[in-house]
């Protein structure tokens, strides 16, 4: 029997009927994943971190400590990130606009926080700015800590941190073309105005997504940090740090509230991408 006239004989609300069950069992497995991975896990932190109601976590947030953390970890999301836009930006530009030997090495480059564990990169700058580094004579002699302290903490935090903005942004340059820019370089603008005015309103959806992700990663950072810092209380201990510090000694419900607040500024991060989106004119959404 021929499968085609089978299936031609075959009526079409039964076809409909079979198909109508992928995408049901599809989205069924999507949610299973994202419930054991991610929803189970997240509803578990707020509840060991409220349970037992709101007095251990204002007591949590009043620990001369855990405000040591938080503050620390703020600064090293409020440097890395314009350290890490200013990279962005220029590096996305070169390699989408030009053509030059090495462009491919300096892909490959930005690359490399990706795919290098985190540890790993801290163990790095260990290498060369720790006591017995490469550097580390010269420090010493000159009495510049960087290792154990917030220099290397930074250092790490940039790293990881680094390739997000232009990762976001080179395919967006380079799908946009450069026609744009050489009309308004024709018009007689310059190098500065086209950048400013052409694009970055062009990229800003782009950047402000990399900017997110920058912003996210900086501040819940913990593998290269945590090689770096040394995690003394109070001095070189980030939150991620304070979080599993805490659940090291015992102190679960610090932990939990610790990672709560970790969460909510995650959520506060989307919360503010969510608001200047709203605010910023899209023309996308116009032509809708």
Known sequence: MNPESTLENTPKSTIKKNKSWVPTVLIAIAFLYLGLVLLIPAANVFYQAFHKGFAPFLATLSRPDFQNAAKLTLLLAAISLPLNTIFGLSAAWAIARHRFPGRTLLLSIIDLPFSISPVVAGLMIVLL?????????????????????????????????????????????????????????TLGANDWQIFWRVVIPNVRWGLLYGLVLTNARAMGEFGAVSVVSGNIASKTQSLPLFVEESYKQYETEIAYSAAVLLALLAVVTLVLKEILERKTHNPRHDKA
Request: hydrophobic content about 55%; glycine content about 8%; aromatic content about 14%.
């Open 129 to 185: 700015y720790g006591r017995l580094g490469w550097f580390g004579s010269w420090l010493e002699a000159n009495n510049v800590k960087i290792v154990f302290a917030f220099p290397a903490m930074l250092l790490a935090t940039i790293f990881v941190s680094m390739p997000f903005i232009a990762r976001e942004l080179i395919p967006v340059l380079e799908e946009m073309g450069s026609e744009q820019e050489e009309a308004a370089r």
